[in-house]
RNA sequence: GCCGGGGUGCCCGAGCGGACUAAGGGGCUGGCCUUGAGAGCCAGUGGCGGUUCGACCGCCGCGCGGGUUCGAAUCCCGCCCCCGGCGCCA
């Protein structure tokens, strides 16, 4: 009914503890949330034993008159003095319990594999049937061992799609780089019609399947971007605008997530769906070194999100579904791809469940990252106050929230310049992306070919 | 950005310094009644804590945060948002 860790940290504590030594972090702080609880509880009693006596003595004044009233607002005067006292130490007490139970990260899920790096995440399902060049054999059958993965033997190097970029000349990141910095990017004509229509895509199936379009915010107050995301996140990935409290969205999950803060819903209207597209800013910190060349990690892109508020009882069943429509959006564009569960040690503080769907790069000879699916059950609603009145019993409980790639451009991009690409360097386009090109005279239709081979 | 009006529970809406405890209505939940549905009647319907766990007790709560007062939904200050008017603007 209330929040779930603090109800853990009342009722079951040694859940916290697990869930905390999964992930590989010290479970100690727990103890020391219990500690400070018990005595929060007994300071909060004190206080409403004093409150009360103020209560009364206060209400009695009205009646009062003349010498005995003087006598009763004097006492009254220092009864209050004692109190403020006391309620300082309570809300010290109440703060501390609070820092620890916000700055755990939330529970993990039974179904979470052990471990701690990204090595150790378990692939669960394989689909497609990848292009291997001969060179990458070996690697592919160590990334698929325990599945038979059915696979095509490629004898020529696929061209990364880094080196597609100046290959098709529709990119470059070294004039972004040099008037924007690295990790941004141009891109021409048939690549923007392609980013466009992965986007049009992605809409148009979630739309079909019940999701409300959703065109947020660009932008969030920092109280709000604390709701969804953890301060490390927060000061790694977001950027700020000078001089205002605003901060560039790094993904449409958090202008969603913020939609129905301090919000009570009523139930029969859960669950709610949205999908959102919107352009991502991420500062990628931490990241140096990691994919420099290209534009698969880069500072802004446009991404199509799944979003889901849903009943408690109901949000692993809406997790499954989730990463259900990615896989969908991903076959629809043909692109082989494995589905992994995400180890506790590299899940994130705010999932208590992580897939990834990861696409097969041929030139690269690794399955790559192209969505992310996470339950982030009550750790962002709590935070948010985003609750729903449950009709039986009135009772108010915290919403789920769920959060699902469905296509991010530029990775899209990337996976289709590696897997449609032809030896001579063609980029066959995905025929489910062909109707939203059919409209615009100017756009590519099947081929994406190099620049200068192109009639004007 | 400026001027004016406003923000009250799940929703609507009264209250505009203490008494009767946020009136009243709607919705919803439970009960009674009924062959059933409906109507009607009764009760419940914010959060937290204590608890002999009883239908019990207490505290806090009227956009958010401060202040004045023995006492604040009510008065004062700051912030956020909404509505109307003016200004600016793609």
């Given at each position: 009914?209330p929040?779930?860790?603090?109800?853990?940290l009342?009722?079951?504590?040694?859940?916290?503890?697990?869930?905390?030594?999964?992930?590989?972090?010290?479970?100690?702080?727990?103890?020391?949330?219990?500690?400070?609880?018990?005595?929060?509880?007994r300071q909060?009693?004190?206080?409403n034993?004093?409150?009360?006596?103020?209560?009364?003595?206060?209400?009695?004044?009205?009646?009062l008159?003349?010498?005995?009233?003087?006598?009763?607002?004097?006492?009254?005067?220092?009864?209050?003095?004692?109190?403020?006292?006391?309620?300082?130490?309570?809300?010290?007490l109440e703060?501390?319990?609070?820092?620890?139970?916000?700055?755990?990260?939330?529970?993990?899920?039974?179904?979470?594999p052990?471990?701690l790096?990204?090595?150790?995440n378990?692939?669960?399902?394989?689909w497609g049937?990848?292009k291997?060049?001969?060179?990458f054999i070996?690697k592919?059958?160590?990334?698929?061992r325990?599945f038979?993965?059915?696979?095509?033997?490629?004898?020529?190097?696929?061209?990364?799609?880094?080196d597609?970029?100046?290959?098709?000349g529709?990119?470059?990141?070294?004039?972004?780089?040099?008037?924007?910095?690295?990790?941004?990017?141009?891109?021409?004509?048939?690549?923007?019609?392609l980013?466009?229509?992965?986007l049009?895509?992605?809409?148009?199936?979630?739309?079909r399947?019940?999701?409300t379009?959703?065109?947020?915010?660009?932008?969030?107050r920092?109280k709000y971007?604390?709701g969804?995301?953890?301060?490390?996140?927060?000061r790694?990935s977001?950027?700020?605008?000078?001089?205002?409290?605003?901060?560039l969205?790094?993904?449409s999950?958090?202008?969603?997530?913020?939609?129905?803060?301090?919000?009570?819903?009523?139930?029969?209207?859960l669950?709610l769906?949205?999908?959102?597209?919107?352009?991502?800013?991420?500062?990628e910190?931490?990241?140096?070194?990691?994919?420099t060349?290209?534009?698969?990690?880069?500072?802004?892109?446009?991404?199509?999100?799944?979003?889901?508020?849903s009943?408690?009882?109901?949000?692993w069943?809406?997790h499954?579904?989730?990463?259900?429509?990615?896989?969908?959006?991903?076959?629809?564009?043909?692109?082989?791809?494995r589905?992994?569960?995400?180890?506790?040690g590299?899940?994130?503080a705010v999932a208590?469940k992580k897939?990834?769907l990861?696409a097969?790069m041929?030139?690269q000879g690794r399955?790559?990252?192209?969505?992310?699916?996470?339950?982030?059950?009550?750790?962002?609603?709590?935070?948010?106050?985003i609750?729903?009145?449950k009709?039986?019993?009135m009772?108010?409980?915290?919403?789920?929230?769920l959060?699902?790639?469905?296509?991010?451009?530029?990775?899209?991009?990337?996976?289709?310049?590696?897997?449609?690409?032809?030896?001579?360097?063609?980029?066959i386009?995905?025929?489910?992306?062909?109707?939203y090109?059919?409209?615009f005279?100017k756009?590519?239709?099947e081929y994406?070919?190099?620049r200068?081979?192109?009639?004007?």
């Amino acid at each position: 009914m209330p929040w779930s860790m603090l109800e853990y940290l009342r009722k079951k504590p040694e859940i916290i503890k697990e869930s905390l030594r999964k992930r590989g972090l010290d479970v100690s702080v727990v103890d020391e949330a219990i500690r400070l609880d018990a005595e929060w509880r007994r300071q909060y009693t004190k206080v409403n034993q004093l409150r009360h006596k103020h209560n009364i003595l206060s209400k009695s004044i009205a009646k009062l008159k003349g010498k005995e009233k003087e006598k009763a607002i004097k006492e009254a005067k220092e009864l209050l003095k004692t109190i403020s006292e006391e309620e300082k130490r309570l809300r010290e007490l109440e703060e501390a319990r609070e820092k620890i139970l916000l700055s755990l990260p939330n529970i993990v899920h039974e179904t979470v594999p052990e471990g701690l790096t990204e090595e150790e995440n378990v692939p669960i399902r394989f689909w497609g049937k990848p292009k291997v060049y001969v060179g990458f054999i070996e690697k592919f059958k160590e990334q698929t061992r325990g599945f038979d993965v059915e696979y095509e033997v490629i004898h020529w190097k696929p061209k990364g799609h880094a080196d597609m970029l100046t290959f098709l000349g529709l990119g470059t990141t070294e004039k972004a780089g040099e008037v924007a910095g690295s990790r941004f990017y141009y891109l021409f004509d048939d690549l923007v019609w392609l980013d466009i229509a992965l986007l049009m895509y992605a809409i148009d199936y979630l739309t079909r399947k019940g999701f409300t379009l959703i065109l947020p915010p660009y932008m969030l107050r920092e109280k709000y971007y604390l709701g969804v995301t953890t301060l490390e996140d927060f000061r790694d990935s977001i950027y700020k605008i000078e001089g205002e409290d605003l901060y560039l969205i790094a993904t449409s999950e958090h202008p969603i997530a913020a939609l129905h803060a301090n919000e009570i819903i009523t139930e029969e209207d859960l669950p709610l769906l949205y999908a959102g597209i919107s352009p991502c800013f991420r500062k990628e910190a931490g990241a140096h070194g990691k994919d420099t060349k290209g534009i698969f990690r880069v500072h802004q892109f446009h991404k199509v999100e799944q979003f889901v508020f849903s009943k408690p009882e109901e949000s692993w069943e809406w997790h499954e579904k989730l990463i259900r429509n990615a896989e969908e959006l991903w076959q629809g564009l043909g692109i082989p791809y494995r589905i992994v569960n995400i180890v506790a040690g590299d899940l994130g503080a705010v999932a208590a469940k992580k897939y990834d769907l990861e696409a097969w790069m041929p030139a690269q000879g690794r399955y790559r990252e192209m969505v992310s699916c996470s339950n982030c059950t009550d750790w962002q609603s709590y935070r948010l106050r985003i609750r729903f009145l449950k009709r039986k019993g009135m009772v108010r409980d915290y919403v789920h929230t769920l959060n699902s790639t469905a296509i991010a451009s530029t990775r899209a991009i990337t996976a289709i310049l590696e897997n449609y690409q032809e030896e001579d360097g063609t980029v066959i386009i995905p025929k489910v992306l062909r109707p939203y090109l059919e409209m615009f005279p100017k756009a590519p239709k099947e081929y994406i070919v190099p620049r200068k081979t192109r009639q004007k």
